[in-house]
Each structure stands twice: as structure tokens, then as C-alpha cells.
């Protein structure tokens, strides 16, 4: 049997160089990318298709297995929609991040909202790995719904997937180990198999990747930007006349007469102007309904106090629209 990296699942070789796998002795436990970016922080991107990784996917309907499916909540999407096509499996749906999302958004508020979408899913919980938040429960009820004694955690890239599976090994485990994170994407190339005990193993697929998303767009140092590590505290500009706001360097945003409300990581530099202040790429024209809010992939959303256009220019061809409002009443 071909020997895995513990960090990525890639097959271990010592032949090619350039090739996912590669170890200078099949005897480490990790690939030479993998012990790179574990010991060092180096992070060498790998170049796969996202039809790789959803062919990873499509093999879990034979098995009949529970699949665990974690989204970030803080990132609800179209693109989690997505799993719809390839999961017939029983499925308990993880929102993780709990903590990121201000506490003023009730709980039952993000189920009926996440009901609304129309994902199919047996059961659902809210979490928090990094506060320890309703680990108990979600450990319980995967072992409730688990068919045999392997579950797969299935998620896009940077839900927390991977530092959910570490915090279960670190409560419950008989022995401690863990598997490799980090914030940059396709960490995991393979499925990795994880012994909880001799009843339950985890096995972690391969990121989905989110196209068209911010997170693909930006260097490591952007991305710890990006991606929020505490509670979000919204921020508000009441905007009279023309106005253009934009944050970091990479997306302006077109506003007329209205009050927007942005829900992102409060480490991005947030600027108001009069004038245009310079000259991005992509251009997206966006009306916003009444009951609406943006949704912009990878970066967060913001909410307006009424309808009306948009424009966003940025630097990046990534994907912005509107998505029924997290925030309406229930």
C-alpha cells in the first residue's frame, strides 16, 4: 500500500521533484511541502482544478457513509449550494466560526435562514473550535447519525474544516496527533484518514475550492487580513450624494444616497472619498432589492438601508451580488 502525507494525503514518492508527494525519505511522515509549511510557514501553491477535488467528492454517495458538511458562517454563500448536485448522503451540517459572526444575529435566526436555502441536511450546529463552543453537542451527534465507523468532513477551503478535526482529536481522541492547516488554499490533496477510536474515524477530503473568491486573489499576508479572528464589529457610512469607499487597495464601491453597513474583517482599512481615488479592472453594476443584501465572495457582506445601484470596481475578477438578508426578521 502507497504511503499518504500526514499533512496533505498526497501519495509519498521520492522521484519527481515538482510532483505533489515528493520526500527526500519515504520514511517522514510528511512531504517535503507539506514539513515546508508545518515548520517554516512556507506555503507552495499547488495547481488543481476544481473538478479534482469534486471528483473526491462524487465517490463518497457509494459509501453511504454520514457526511459531515462545514461552511464558515460568516461566509454563507451561493457556492454551498452547490453541494447539492454531488451529496446524497445523510448529511449534519457544520457552521463554524460562530464566534466571528456578531452575537446581535441570533442562532435560530441562521438556521431558518440556512432552511430557507434549501440545503438537505438531517441535523445542524453552530460552533466555535477556537472557543470550544458546542463541541460536545456536535461530537454527540455525529456519533447519533454515523452509519459505520468512518464520517467525512466535507467543506470549502478555509471553513475551518481542518482545525475542526484537530479540536475533536485534542477532546476525544485516545491518541493525540493532528492534521495540517492553514489559511492558504488546497492545503489537503487527498483524503486523509483521522483515528478518533475504534468506533469513529474522520476522514478529511480536499478543500472545495470557491471560485472567484478573494481568497484565491491575494498573498498570505492579504489573506490573514481577509479572514477575521474575533467577534466582526459592523461599521456604517451614512453616504449622501455620490460617494466612493473602498477598502484596502483592491475594491471601490459606488455608493448613492444610502447607508451601507459592512460586515468584514475589521484588519482591512476601510476609506471614504469624494472623488474617485484610482482606476481598478473589473467593473460589476448591482441593484439592491428591498429585503437584499451583498454577498461578496471570500471577503464579507454588506447591507444597505434601502434599495438601490451599485458599482463595484476591483482589482481582482472576483464574484459580487445579493443574496436574501441574513438580517431580515423571522
Known amino acids: 500500500m502507497n504511503k499518504k502525507c500526514r499533512g496533505c494525503g498526497a501519495t509519498l514518492q521520492s522521484n519527481e521533484i515538482q510532483k505533489e508527494g515528493y520526500t527526500i525519505d519515504i520514511a517522514h511522515p510528511y ?17 488543481k482544478k476544481q473538478s479534482d477535488y469534486l471528483s473526491i467528492v462524487k465517490k463518497i454517495d457509494q459509501t453511504g457513509d454520514l457526511v459531515v458538511l462545514v461552511a464558515d458562517v460568516f461566509l454563507l454563500s451561493k457556492q454551498v449550494l452547490l453541494l447539492k448536485k454531488y451529496l446524497k448522503n445523510p448529511v449534519l451540517l457544520v457552521l463554524t466560526k460562530r464566534d466571528i459572526l456578531p452575537r446581535s444575529i441570533r442562532e435560530s435566526k441562521i438556521k431558518e435562514y440556512i432552511k430557507n436555502m434549501g440545503i438537505p441536511y438531517i441535523d445542524i450546529e453552530l460552533i466555535s473550535s477556537y472557543k470550544n463552543d458546542h463541541l460536545d453537542e456536535l461530537f454527540e451527534k455525529i456519533n447519533t447519525y454515523k452509519k459505520s465507523k468512518f464520517v467525512y468532513m466535507v467543506g470549502y477551503t478555509n471553513a475551518g474544516k481542518s482545525t475542526l478535526i484537530n479540536k475533536i482529536l485534542y477532546n476525544y481522541a485516545m491518541e493525540i496527533s493532528d492534521v495540517m492547516t492553514s489559511i492558504m488554499p488546497s492545503t489537503t490533496l487527498d483524503c486523509i484518514e483521522v483515528t478518533i477510536d475504534e468506533t469513529l474515524t474522520l476522514i478529511d477530503t480536499p478543500g472545495l475550492l470557491l471560485e472567484k ?22 461599521i456604517t457610512y451614512q453616504v449622501k450624494g455620490k460617494q466612493y469607499i473602498y477598502i484596502e487597495d483592491f475594491l471601490e464601491i459606488e455608493v448613492l444616497d444610502n447607508n451601507v453597513t459592512f460586515y468584514i474583517s475589521n484588519a482591512l482599512i476601510i476609506e471614504r472619498y469624494y472623488k474617485k481615488k484610482k482606476n481598478l479592472s473589473y467593473e460589476i453594476n448591482l441593484f439592491v432589492g428591498e429585503g437584499e443584501e451583498i454577498m461578496i465572495e471570500g471577503l464579507g457582506f454588506i447591507t444597505c438601508s434601502s434599495k438601490g445601484s451599485f458599482i463595484f470596481r476591483c482589482a481582482y475578477d472576483v464574484s459580487i451580488y445579493t443574496r436574501k438578508s441574513l438580517l431580515m426578521k423571522i
Open 213 to 234: 473568491s478573494f481568497m484565491n486573489e491575494v498573498n498570505g499576508k492579504m489573506l490573514s487580513k481577509i479572514m477575521p479572528q474575533k467577534e466582526i464589529k459592523p
Open 31 to 47: 512531504c517535503n511541502r507539506c514539513f515546508r509549511l508545518k515548520y517554516y510557514s512556507e506555503y507552495q501553491k499547488i495547481e
